[in-house]
Nanobody
Framework: QVQLVESGGGLVQPGGSLRLSCAASGSIVSIDLMGWYQQAPGKQRELVATIRSGGSTNYADSVKGRFTISRDNAKNTVYLQMNSLKPEDTAVYYC?????????????????WGQGTQVTVSS
């Protein structure tokens, strides 16, 4: 019904930048909250940033001032610009979306996750 596909991860040196993208596709009516989460080895998945369809944002304290979340509602895509990266930012990053979609003649609503993209910050 709905898929989220992430891209943009990779290996970067400390102080460097990366931009993650996550595109939603399928029988989408609308998307409310979209977000990014990180999961480091041996740790639980944690919130990085969220953005509502109207543009209001929320960030984890650890990334404030370094990361910027944005979205293109026409493309059903959310982005995460990551600057001044630190080794502790190393993790698998997952996007998340609260999606209203068509299910036959009806509308349904579910939260979807992407497959994850690895970000490694190392010299």
């Amino acid at each position: 019904q709905v898929q989220l596909v992430e891209s943009g991860g990779g290996l970067v040196q400390p102080g460097g930048s990366l931009r993650l993208s996550c595109a939603a596709s399928g029988s989408i009516v609308s998307i409310d909250l979209m977000g990014w989460y990180q999961q480091a080895p041996g740790k639980q998945r944690e919130l990085v940033a969220t953005i509502r369809s109207g543009g209001s944002t929320n960030y984890a304290d650890s990334v404030k001032g370094r990361f910027t979340i944005s979205r293109d509602n026409a493309k059903n895509t959310v982005y995460l610009q990551m600057n001044s990266l630190k080794p502790e930012d190393t993790a698998v990053y997952y996007c998340n979306a609260d999606v209203t979609y068509f299910r036959g003649i009806y509308r349904a609503r579910s939260v979807y996750w992407g497959q994850g993209t690895q970000v490694t910050v190392s010299s």
